[in-house]
Every structure is written in structure tokens, then in C-alpha cells.
């Protein structure tokens, strides 16, 4: 069933684990996604990112699919708009059905992302829909190649300064994960992650988890991280059995290169959810 932002990040909350929020440009992905929580009995976001409105497919066709495909599944589903750059773009997610959005103004100046992000609250909580605002930055964009440009690692009291002056429901902050497949080992500050959290009092949210390690993603849990971006290494793992199949030589229609894509990504995206919510006692 389709559910708000602050429904499965309370869930997690109350068990001391994450959910994770993996974006789905293609029907593949969505099944993908779908398949591995329900599977796994535990909730999930799925996510569109306003880039991958060209490379992927426009909020427009995959937005209701992915709004239906939530309804239907027989656990808690977030529909959630990643990075949305602006409110337009934001409101055509919320009038499709999202119950939940990011406004990524981190690049801006402090003073233009808060009223940016406070614009955007005070329209989605007035239909009923969570926001997640971001202050620091990545190393590099969503989808990008892990590790191109310079992090700015998030400041604590700027961060709680930033989640007061915007009454946001969730806190993108950085602290050492980048967008993309990582070059290096990440390193993680998670005396960042626990001095964030205990200064702004709502979830936080790690974006590039993928390509971090099991340790890392339980000891970031351990440090209030309530929501993890999981995509990269998924699609990844989609690409590998396409060109295995490929390279196989057995393939001669598209559709069983989809099939394939499928079940990897199903796998890929079952195994980090597992690792999400290791502590979790299932009913
Ligand atoms: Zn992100």
C-alpha cells in the first residue's frame, strides 16, 4: 500500500533501522524494488530523480506507474521525488500522487536554499506530503561518477539552524558518500552523522549508499541514518546479466534481456535491504 515518508521512516525509527530508497527509472526497476520488499516483508521507497527524466523516463509516464505499483504491493510504499530541482517540478510529482519529495537546493546560498525549501513544505504539508531538504553537498550529482568535484561537508548547527528555519520532515546531509560508483573506499564521519542527529531531531538521510560497506551501513544505522539511496551498484548489477546473456550468445528477443535485468536487480536490491534492516524483528 502506498504510504507517507514519515510512515516508513517512523517504522524504521522505532526498530533502529533503515529503509532503503532506490530510484526506479524503468518498469524493471520497479519490479525489481517491489519484489525484494515484499519478499523481505519490510517497507520501501521507491524514488524518481528528476534527472533521469531523460535517461531514464519522463515523471510523467513513470510516475503513475510507479504511484499504481505501490498501491498494489503488499507492503508500505513511499512514492518519493529525488533531487527535485524546483517547485513546479515538484507539484507535477505531488498532483501525480507522491506522497513524498527532496528539494535539492544544497548548491544554493543558505538563505536561498531555506526559503527554496520552505516554499516547498508549506505546499506539500498542506496536501498532506513530507519533504527532505539537503544542506552540505556530495561529491559529485545524482548518478554521477563518485568522486568528480569537491564535498562540503555538512555543519551540525548549520544543519539544525537549517531544519528549524525550514520544518522539514527529513535531512539529506553529507558526510562523506558521493552519487555514483565509488572510486575509493568511502570514508565516513560518523561522529558527523551523530552530532547532526542529535542537534536537528529528525531521520536522516544517506544518499550514495551504494558501494558502501555492510559495516559502514551499521554503524551509520547505529548514528540516526534513516533512509539510504540505494542505485548505482543495482543498475549495475541489471548491466552484468544483460551482457552475460549477451555475451552468451542465446539471446533473440529484448525481453528476456529485461527478464534478466529483473531478477539481478531483484538479488542486488534484496541483499542491501537485508543489510538495511538486519536488527529488525519481523513479524
Ligand atoms: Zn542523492
Redesign the pocket.
Known amino acids: 500500500m502506498k504510504v507517507s515518508l514519515k510512515n516508513v521512516l517512523g517504522w524504521a525509527e522505532k526498530r533502529n533501522c533503515a529503509v532503503g530508497a532506490f530510484n526506479t527509472p524503468t518498469f524493471e526497476n520497479i519490479r525489481a524494488v517491489l519484489g525484494a520488499a515484499e519478499s523481505a516483508g519490510v517497507p520501501v521507497i521507491i524514488a524518481h530523480?528528476q534527472l533521469h527524466e531523460t535517461e531514464g523516463a519522463p515523471l510523467h509516464e513513470i510516475g503513475p506507474l510507479m504511484v499504481w505499483a505501490a498501491e498494489r504491493a503488499n507492503v508500505p510504499v513511499c512514492v518519493h521525488l529525488?533531487?527535485g530541482e524546483d517547485a513546479d517540478y515538484i507539484r507535477r510529482a505531488m498532483d501525480i500522487g507522491f506522497t513524498s519529495a527532496?528539494i535539492?537546493a544544497s548548491a544554493k546560498p543558505y538563505d536561498d536554499n531555506v526559503s527554496l525549501t520552505r516554499q516547498v513544505v508549506e505546499e506539500a504539508h498542506a496536501r498532506g506530503i513530507d519533504v527532505e531538504a539537503?544542506i552540505g553537498a556530495?561529491a559529485s550529482?545524482?548518478g554521477g561518477d563518485g568522486g568528480a568535484g569537491a564535498a562540503v561537508y555538512t555543519d551540525p548547527e548549520l544543519a539544525r539552524r537549517f531544519v528549524a528555519d525550514t520544518g522539514i520532515d527529513a535531512l539529506?546531509a553529507s558526510f562523506g558518500t558521493a552519487?555514483g560508483i565509488y572510486k575509493a573506499k568511502p570514508v565516513l564521519d560518523f561522529d558527523r552523522i551523530r552530532k547532526i542527529r542529535a542537534l536537528v531531531g529528525i531521520p536522516l538521510v544517506m544518499?550514495?549508499g551504494s558501494g558502501v560497506s555492510p559495516e559502514d551501513y551499521r554503524t551509520a544505522i547505529s548514528c540516526g541514518i534513516r533512509k539510504i539511496?540505494y542505485y548505482s551498484y543495482m543498475a549495475r548489477a541489471g548491466l552484468n546479466a544483460v551482457s552475460a546473456r549477451l555475451a552468451a550468445g542465446e539471446t533473440t528477443f529484448f525481453h528476456s534481456l529485461a527478464a534478466d535485468a529483473t531478477a539481478a536487480m531483484r538479488d542486488d536490491a534484496a541483499r542491501a535491504i537485508a543489510v538495511f534492516c538486519e536488527s529488525c524483528p519481523r513479524a
Open positions: 530523480a529525488d533531487h527532496m535539492d539537503e556530495l550529482r545524482e539529506a552519487h544518499h550514495g539511496n
